[in-house]
């Protein structure tokens, strides 16, 4: 993902330059579903949610964008072709598909990567379970950065964002192992 000085920057011209790729499962109608996005205008008009537009080009016949998935672990990886310059997407080492180049204007020197956990709530329902609940319910591990070629490090920094009180979701990071732990019971409610 790019996007100017801060991940949280909210300013009139930033929303122009923030661009991303993302991959993982999310929860649609109590089932774990694969899902890949794209957008290239800040959440704008360009956002490309699995294979409904033309962001995401699939490669594989093993694993589809919008199927549900079933298996407790999900291994994925994204880089930048080096010959192409296309975003390209990885389950288990094998590949899944690629984002283009050309649907993107700011990503060819992309300055940094997030993780996260998101969830969702209509206004007036409680907000819901992340991961199973518990605070460490949810795991990011072996988190590496490919660094051009062959140089693979762990990410040093990590700046938690939580836009709600620590008792609903949080997050703990270990730069030793590199695993991100994540959850929360949820339960927050608009009023």
């Not at 959440?43 to 549900?68: D, E, M």
């Not at 072709?81 to 649907?103: A, C, Q």
């Not at 605070?135 to 040093?156: I, M, T, W």
Request: glycine share 10%.
């Amino acid at each position: 993902q790019h996007e100017p000085d801060h991940p949280y920057q909210r300013g009139k011209n930033a929303k122009n330059y923030i661009n991303t790729v993302q991959a993982g499962w999310h929860v649609s109608n109590g089932f774990f579903c694969f899902f890949v996005f794209c957008d290239s205008d800040g959440y704008q008009k360009t956002g490309c949610l699995n294979l409904l537009c033309h962001g995401f080009v699939q490669t594989s016949t093993r694993i589809t964008p919008g199927q549900i998935y079933t298996l407790d672990v999900l291994s994925l990886s994204i880089y930048r072709d080096r010959f192409t310059s296309n975003w390209r997407l990885y389950n288990d080492r094998k590949p899944v598909g690629y984002w283009p180049k050309e649907i993107f204007n700011n990503m060819a020197d992309c300055s940094q990567v997030q993780m996260v956990g998101i969830v969702y709530s209509p206004f007036d329902e409680p907000s819901p379970l992340m991961g199973n609940g518990a605070l460490d319910g949810a795991k990011l591990a072996n988190v590496l950065l490919l660094v051009g070629q062959g140089n693979n490090r762990k990410p040093e920094n990590f700046v938690e964002y939580n836009d709600l009180r620590k008792n609903y979701y949080g997050a703990i990071y270990s730069v030793e192992n590199g695993v991100l732990f994540y959850g929360g019971l949820g339960d927050w409610k608009k009023t």
